[in-house]
T-cell receptor
Framework: AQSVTQLGSHVSVSEGALVLLRCNYS??????LFWYVQYPNQGLQLLLK??????LVKGINGFEAEFKKSETSFHLTKPSAHMSDAAEYFC???????????FGQGTELSVKP | GAVVSQHPSRVICKSGTSVKIECRSL??????MFWYRQFPKQSLMLMAT?????????EQGVEKDKFLINHASLTLSTLTVTSAHPEDSSFYIC?????????FGPGTRLTVT
């Protein structure tokens, strides 16, 4: 069975500050890991994904995440927050690239001016 | 890029009636589609996996007789909420499984009065 835990349901940062959203996973098989962003009343947009290639994954909008097997983590970072980054972020795990996703609880990111 | 549409985007229905939600992959064929449900301020919960030409696979706790899923073609899956009740009010999101990732629709907001 697979599961995802996102630490912190709400994270608040100042504009220009580092963004760090935490995600830990559990999987009995090599995982595929994803980060999605959701704006209010919209679907999900893929930020980045780990598919067993490079452990440091770069995504859209300046986000990146590092896969650390020893820590079973896939934390999302961005060096400098922008007001437009305020949204809900979901970490997800799957056992294949196009298969069903198991989502974490989500982290709401607020960006203060 | 791959585009998935949902129709309608919003629907209000009376308790006891049924409502159908369509999910279409616009520029690719999707053997597999997924249906998720999202309550306010909560994560996405997988309801069922829909495979073209075969019966859907429902997640534990999801009533298959209440949430009817049909995947009649490689570009269309439908979710019918039968005898809807206010507790079925939610945001329903579909996704289509591509070879390297899932592509999400914009979601359908269902309100049952």
């Amino acid at each position: 069975a697979q599961s995802v835990t996102q630490l912190g349901s709400h994270v608040s940062v100042s504009e220009g500050a580092l963004v760090l959203l935490r995600c830990n996973y559990s999987s009995s098989v090599p995982p595929y890991l994803f980060w999605y962003v959701q704006y209010p009343n919209q679907g999900l947009q893929l930020l980045l994904k780990y598919t067993s290639a490079a452990t440091l994954v770069k995504g859209i909008n300046g986000f990146e995440a590092e896969f650390k097997k020893s820590e079973t983590s896939f934390h999302l970072t961005k060096p400098s927050a922008h007001m437009s980054d305020a949204a809900e972020y979901f970490c997800a795990v799957s056992d294949n690239q196009g298969g069903k996703l198991i989502f974490g609880q989500g982290t709401e990111l607020s960006v203060k001016p | 890029g791959a585009v998935v549409s949902q129709h309608p985007s919003r629907v209000i229905c009376k308790s006891g009636t049924s409502v159908k939600i369509e999910c279409r992959s616009l520029d690719f064929q999707a053997t597999t589609m997924f249906w998720y449900r999202q309550f306010p301020k909560q994560s996405l919960m997988l309801m069922a996996t829909s495979n073209e030409g075969s019966k859907a696979t429902y997640e534990q706790g999801v009533e298959k007789d209440k949430f009817l899923i049909n995947h009649a073609s490689l570009t269309l899956s439908t979710l019918t909420v039968t005898s809807a009740h206010p507790e079925d009010s939610s945001f329903y999101i579909c996704s289509a499984g591509g070879q390297i990732e899932q592509y999400f629709g914009p979601g359908t907001r269902l309100t049952v009065t």
